[in-house]
């Protein structure tokens, strides 16, 4: 959520680096941002509320610095204002911080008693109040650490500068990401690689309860006793981020234009023939899939379930990561589970991940970053190529994930004899083909600004359809609710007149998709109803249908297995309009982060 940026040098002047960072970051949390540096020994802290380029105005002309640190922030503790935002200075040490003291208030009374006094409400200061007093306590910096691990509760990444240890930087880490990377008389801290990627592609990772002693020249990693870890350095394999949006005016549409090529990529190396398929993991074994993940990722998930029942006949559940890691999870050896991230680093995620591990259960995931602390401990990773996606809002992402889960269903399927293998050959032929099926779409801009010119000052707007085609309503509906702030829901087409039908009120804007022959009449009359009732709808389907009484988008007639790819960009398309007509915060909407690593 938020992102940390550090670094220690012996001659060069790291303010560049920290803001540089920080606005390779921001995409991640951007509510307030703070950097603090040493002035001739003196510390120097600037916070400001909104973004990068604010903070950046404050800091001093020509300020020189060879260490510092610094944050942008996704609040948890605390509105969002100057005060709580990081870093935070109590007493020796000044910090910045990712992740949630879940403890806070208790230790926040024990401090208080002691004497301390705080002026913010962040959980964060009070990590620095703790640390301040150990380090009284003790004068003695790795103790300090040691009991700090053991006394909080929570999830933290750490970055600390120490008032009387001018030339080094300390870093403490548990279930938040945190990397150290390394180049000639410079070191550099970050909660993501492409932090760093500027100044070097080498960088150490480290893991839960570690901590790590900084200077310019010299790395040392310790476990949670201080024992000397003997870390292995890292070299950055992945595409490094490009903040170019080329012709497009946002990363949003960028992204979404992206997606023939990003999806192709994806699938490229097994749709050649059914060897290559075969290249994907065998899950005959299993008897049930669970499917676990968050937001976007979980929708993929849910247009894999369609598929995986329907044409491999395997029972598959999906969950959501932030239900899933506190409820009874039937697991066992005939049980594989699926895990789905962009990020590679949502806190629910990788907390129902470690969950199945500890009960020595099989896991696969589908993780579109590289090195991630998700795609570290699977068992398996089927890596989407989506590149980097910096718009908040998931799109070259969710299409990845959704034809890489196809393509593995597809040889699950081939493995099952449940479809022939003609029937097989004639979908990745499709797949083949993906780029020109999709191009239509894309260039069909025009038809979705209309559609959104009608809709961006409604209040509410619904989404239904059935099977996959309900899958694809609740993305179209998170997309749009995400972005533009319109209130949204994704319904299945037969339930609606269970309750939420009493809602459509005259041109009431409903959206449904029915891309399946077997039941595309039943959704029909479902709309029929709502229609009816005065709402205005649209219909994305691969039938020849003439009526006139809602307005058909129609799209190639392809097999079940790409259907969702060719039905979500419309929707993509209308979120991205219908915000852009309401001058929406396209990439960086209101509250929200890229990499949700706080539970
Ligand atoms: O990085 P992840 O795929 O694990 O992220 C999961 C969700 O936080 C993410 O998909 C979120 O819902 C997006 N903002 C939706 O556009």
């Given at each position: 959520?938020?992102?940390?940026?550090?670094?220690?040098?012996?001659?060069?002047?790291?303010?560049?680096?920290l803001l540089d960072g920080l606005k390779t970051l921001e995409y991640r949390g951007y509510?307030?941002?703070?950097?603090?540096?040493?002035?001739?020994?003196?510390?120097?802290?600037?916070?400001?509320?909104?973004?990068?380029?604010e903070l950046e105005k404050n800091i001093e002309k020509d300020a020189f610095s060879n260490i510092g640190i610094a944050h942008t922030r996704w609040a948890t503790h605390g509105e969002v204002n100057e005060t709580n935002a990081h870093p935070h200075n109590v007493g020796n040490i000044t910090i910045v911080?990712?992740?949630?003291?879940?403890?806070?208030?208790?230790?926040k009374h024990k401090l208080e008693e002691k004497g301390y006094k705080f002026k913010s409400s962040s959980d964060t200061e009070i990590a620095a109040g703790l640390l301040d007093y150990y380090y009284k306590k003790y004068e003695n910096i790795d103790k300090t650490i040691q009991k700090f691990m053991k006394k909080v509760d929570?999830?933290?990444?750490?970055?600390?500068?120490?008032?009387?240890?001018?030339?080094?930087?300390?870093?403490?880490?548990?279930?938040?990401?945190?990397?150290?990377?390394?180049?000639?008389?410079?070191?550099?801290?970050?909660?993501?690689?492409?932090?760093?990627?500027?100044?070097?592609?080498?960088?150490?990772?480290?893991?839960?309860?570690?901590?790590?002693?900084i200077t310019a020249n010299n790395i040392t990693i310790y476990d949670k006793e201080g024992n000397i870890l003997?870390?292995?350095?890292?070299?950055?394999q992945g595409s490094t981020l490009t903040s170019d949006k080329g012709i497009y005016e946002h990363y949003m549409l960028k992204e979404i234009m992206e997606q023939k090529t990003t999806i192709r990529k994806t699938i490229n190396p097994y749709i050649n023939n059914i060897d290559d398929l075969l290249k994907l993991p065998d899950l005959t074994k299993y008897e049930r899939i669970d499917i676990i993940a968050c937001g976007?990722?979980?929708?993929?998930?849910?247009?894999?379930?369609?598929?995986?029942?329907?044409?491999?006949?395997?029972?598959?559940?999906?969950?959501?990561?932030?239900?899933?890691?506190?409820?009874?999870?039937?697991?066992?050896?005939?049980?594989?589970?699926?895990?789905?991230?962009?990020?590679?680093?949502t806190a629910d995620t990788l907390a129902a991940l470690k969950k199945v591990k500890e009960n020595k259960c099989d896991t696969l995931g589908i993780v579109n970053v590289k090195e991630s602390s998700i795609a570290r401990i699977l068992d398996k990773v089927l890596y989407t190529e989506a590149g980097t996606e910096i718009a908040v809002a998931s799109t070259k992402a969710y299409t990845a994930q959704v034809a890489l889960l196809s393509v593995l269903i597809l040889a699950h399927a081939y493995r099952k004899k449940s479809i022939k293998e003609e029937k097989i050959l004639k979908i990745l032929e499709e797949f083949r083909a993906v780029t020109s099926i999709l191009n239509p779409i894309l260039e069909g801009t025009k038809t979705y600004e209309n559609i959104a010119k009608e809709i961006y000052e409604k209040s509410d707007v619904f989404y239904i359809g059935r099977g996959l085609d309900y899958a694809l309503a609740m993305e179209g509906s998170l997309k749009l609710k995400e972005i533009s702030y319109i209130h949204s829901e994704a319904y299945a087409a037969g339930e609606l007149k269970h309750g939420t039908?009493?809602?459509?009120?005259?041109?009431?804007?409903?959206?449904?998709?029915?891309t399946n022959k077997k039941?595309?009449?039943?959704?029909?009359?479902?709309?029929?109803?709502?229609?009816?009732?005065?709402?205005?709808?649209?219909?994305?389907?691969?039938?020849?249908?003439?009526?006139?009484?809602?307005?058909?988008?129609?799209?190639?007639?392809?097999?079940?297995?790409?259907?969702?790819?060719?039905t979500i960009i419309p929707y993509q398309l209308i979120a991205y309009y219908t915000a852009k007509f309401k001058n929406c915060d396209i990439d960086k909407p209101r509250n929200l982060a890229k990499s949700v690593t706080v539970e």
């Open positions: 959520m938020c992102g940390i940026v550090g670094s220690v040098s012996t001659k060069t002047n790291i303010i560049p680096i509510d307030s941002a703070g950097l603090s540096y040493l002035k001739n020994s003196k510390l120097i802290i600037n916070k400001v509320k909104g973004r990068v380029k911080h990712n992740g949630i003291i879940e403890n806070f208030s208790k230790l929570g999830s933290y990444a750490i970055c600390m500068m120490i008032n009387n240890i001018p030339n080094t930087i300390y870093v403490i880490k548990k279930d938040s990401p945190l990397i150290i990377g390394t180049n000639k008389n410079t070191s550099y801290i970050a909660s993501d690689v492409p932090a760093i990627l500027k100044y070097t592609k080498n960088y150490y990772i480290l893991e839960d309860y570690e901590y790590g002693k003997n870390k292995q350095l890292k070299e950055y976007t990722a979980m929708h993929a998930g849910l247009a894999a379930k369609y598929l995986f029942e329907e044409y491999t006949n395997t029972k598959c559940e999906v969950f959501l990561a932030s239900e899933y890691r506190y409820q009874n999870n039937f697991l066992n050896n005939k049980v594989l589970s699926i895990f789905i991230s962009q990020s590679g680093e039908i009493s809602l459509i009120t005259k041109n009431t804007p409903v959206f449904a998709s029915a039941i595309n009449t039943k959704t029909i009359s479902n709309l029929k109803e709502v229609t009816s009732r005065g709402a205005k709808c649209y219909l994305i389907t691969d039938e020849d249908i003439q009526d006139n009484s809602f307005e058909i988008l129609k799209i190639k007639k392809v097999s079940m297995f790409l259907k969702p790819l060719l």
